[in-house]
């Protein structure tokens, strides 16, 4: 598989496609002006056996960051020079991983807008983007990225990779938490409640 048009055509990515174009993402409009706005990209491209992979992150522990360390999409805040959230998704994609969604592919749709729920993160609403990108493309992690890796579907439709587990809330001490288990990594907060509602759409 090379083209964005043979990944179009699996009958995940047709079928995610067909419910993002039925069910466009709901928009929220921020209640304050403090609220910043932020998007992240779920990139899709085919891996191994012509079987879809959904890139992510891992964030860099960084000193003052509220996500350091955690296990994340690539994405960020919106800037002064983003013409909107889709432009702030793909230039936090280029920046942090190195993959040109604009270059090499194509956005899809999006999901639902979704904001942190604890209380101690900054207050922000978050626009998650749909895209896939041809198989070439290489990972070039920034600074901000201590690793990024590729999660094939078929893991995210492992029934025994969801359930709970204890996570260090930066002050609020360990809490148990809704997770998603992948090999050595653990996602939870915002992160997860995007992967459930992006298999939702996926299983539509």
Known sequence: MTTIEELLAHPDVARLRRALTARPGQRLAPDDDAVRLAAIALVLRPGAERTPELLMIKRADAEGDPWSGHIA???GRMQPADRDLEDTAIRETLEETGVDIAHSGRVLGTLDDIS??????????????????????????????????????????????????VVAVRGLGDRQVA?????????????????RQFLEYLET
């Open 73 to 75: 999409c690539p994405g």
């Open 116 to 165: 942190p729920r604890t209380p101690v993160l900054p207050p922000i609403l978050v626009r998650p983007y749909v895209a896939v990108v041809t198989p070439e493309v290489e990972i070039v992690p920034s600074l901000e990225v201590a690793d990024a890796f590729w999660v094939p579907i078929a893991a995210l439709r492992e029934r025994t990779a969801w359930g709970t587990g």
């Open 179 to 195: 997770v998603f288990r992948h090999g050595a990594y653990t996602v939870w907060g915002l992160t997860e409640r995007v992967l």
